[in-house]
């Protein structure tokens, strides 16, 4: 589970139930254990899609080594809503939650009100929730080695 504690040091909201209602957020957090973290958020509110893209580095501050905020299209929303269809993502069982060296693939999901939590570690390439954080992660541009995947 995602602290309050943990948000607050890398600048991200928390995704509280109460405020939801008027909107729909997916957040994939993604802690490797030989490369920086990455955090991909989007957010749709009454219509206006935003993405934030944040990689950190693997220091004790988890200082910030590159941050994107950017406006999504119609378009790209709706493919990412086709995908959280697509992959079941509100009715998913994670399979792997944990593991010693690898990665820790989180993803929250938000809609109007409900609330969910996946994690996978070291889903493999098929897996649906690795799927999804894919797509997240070809929408953030960031540009990754394939050894960075895992």
Not at 5 to 19: A, G
Not at 88 to 95: A, D, R
Not at 116 to 122: N, R, S
Request: glycine share 4%; net charge negative.
């Amino acid at each position: 589970m995602i602290n309050k504690t943990f948000l607050d040091r890398v600048q991200e909201p928390m995704f509280d139930k109460k405020i939801s209602f008027n909107c729909e957020a997916y957040r994939f957090i993604w802690t490797r254990t030989f490369h920086n973290l990455i955090i991909l958020r989007v957010v749709n509110e009454a219509g206006m899609v935003r993405f934030s893209a944040k990689e950190l580095k693997r220091d004790e501050q988890l200082s910030l080594a590159r941050h994107e905020v950017f406006e999504v299209s119609a378009e790209q929303w709706q493919s990412l809503i086709d995908e959280v269809e697509k992959h079941g993502l509100w009715s998913y069982e994670p399979t792997r939650k944990g593991g010693i060296d690898g990665a820790h693939w989180q993803l929250e999901c938000l809609r109007y009100g409900q609330f969910q939590e996946l994690q996978e570690w070291c889903p493999d390439q098929k897996n649906p929730l690795r799927q999804f954080c894919m797509s997240l992660l070809t929408l953030s541009r960031f540009e990754l080695e394939e050894s960075e995947i895992y």
